[in-house]
């Protein structure tokens, strides 16, 4: 493959990169700098970014155009970059990849022992080929709280309903969401009175929410009885600059949808794109949200 080129510009005092997916957190970044008087630039993912972020400076792009992406980010003379929002995990093969996306094939490849592996293994891999990209680029890659501290999950009980009589079902359910996270699967598991009823896939925890909602009743809970807890927990390796688990209002109504008790996730490990509401949210719906540390 031909060498790509990179630009020699790794100033830490420019604009901030921001590649966007969906959901409120990559305008809650924009507006961020703009109440501390940095500029941004801000990548749109097709069919992912909402389209608030038009409110700024932005351009849309492709999943597949990483090379694309890094020139606009660089020209816009961004010297940090946050990636945030989720993003639905992509068929590869279906993908249309330029130079840089190329590089990025070629770079998760190398780190995987499987010739497939950038199809078929789970999506830890493929994060850090983003970070390792960008990075190559000279676009340094940060957390989002980096930038907006109010992002990251705050500890202990945020609502006023009681989680301990829950608690053998929370203990299960974090040692569950620690065990398919070393294993690269998800983040998230719903445990209830003992029984794992499912485990986060690539389709995400809102659909996770959606099938645990489908099964009778007698295995999970009632409106008037709640039973069940959704613990989401980052993956033991996890690149914690990119891809933290990430909750917000709609987390809360699915959860109560599927009548579970409550929600826990690890304090300082999560990012909330709404605090305030989603606790408000959560005492209005009857659950518990929770941030417990670390196992």
Not at 48 to 70: P, R
Not at 137 to 164: D, K, W, Y
Request: proline share 4%; with cysteine; glycine share 12%.
């Amino acid at each position: 493959m031909a060498a790509h080129r990179t630009s020699s510009d790794s100033s830490g005092d420019g604009a901030l990169g921001i590649i966007a997916g969906r959901g409120l957190l990559p305008v809650q970044l924009a507006r961020a700098c703009q109440r501390n008087g940095r500029d941004c630039f801000i990548i749109g993912l097709e069919g992912e970014a909402d389209s608030a972020i038009e409110d700024f400076a932005h351009e849309w792009a492709t999943l597949g155009q990483f090379a694309h992406i890094g020139d606009r980010l660089l020209a816009a003379g961004c010297a940090e970059l946050v990636v945030i929002g989720a993003i639905k995990r992509p068929d590869l093969g279906a993908v249309s990849f330029d130079e840089g996306g190329l590089w990025f094939l070629d770079w998760v490849s190398k780190q995987t022992l499987a010739a497939d592996a950038a199809g078929n293994r789970g999506d830890d891999a493929l994060l850090r080929g983003v970070v390792a990209y960008f990075e190559h680029r000279q676009l340094p890659v940060i957390a989002p709280e980096a930038v907006l501290a109010s992002l990251l999950a705050p500890e202990g009980a945020q609502t006023n309903h009681a989680h301990n009589a829950h608690f053998d079902d929370i203990t299960r359910a974090r040692l569950v969401a620690q065990e398919i996270g070393r294993l690269d699967i998800g983040q998230s598991v719903i445990v209830c009175r003992g029984l794992v009823l499912g485990v986060e896939g690539p389709e995400g925890t809102d659909a996770l929410l959606q099938r645990v909602g489908q099964l009778p009743e007698g295995l999970r809970g009632t409106p008037q009885q709640r039973a069940g807890v959704l613990a989401k927990f980052p993956k033991p390796q996890q690149e914690r600059r990119i891809d933290l688990p990430t909750l917000g209002v709609p987390t809360i109504e699915g959860a109560a949808a599927a009548n579970l008790a409550g929600i826990v996730y690890e304090a300082g490990g999560a990012l909330f794109d709404d605090a305030e509401a989603m606790a408000a949210r959560a005492e209005e719906l009857g659950l518990f949200l929770v941030g417990m540390a670390a196992l």
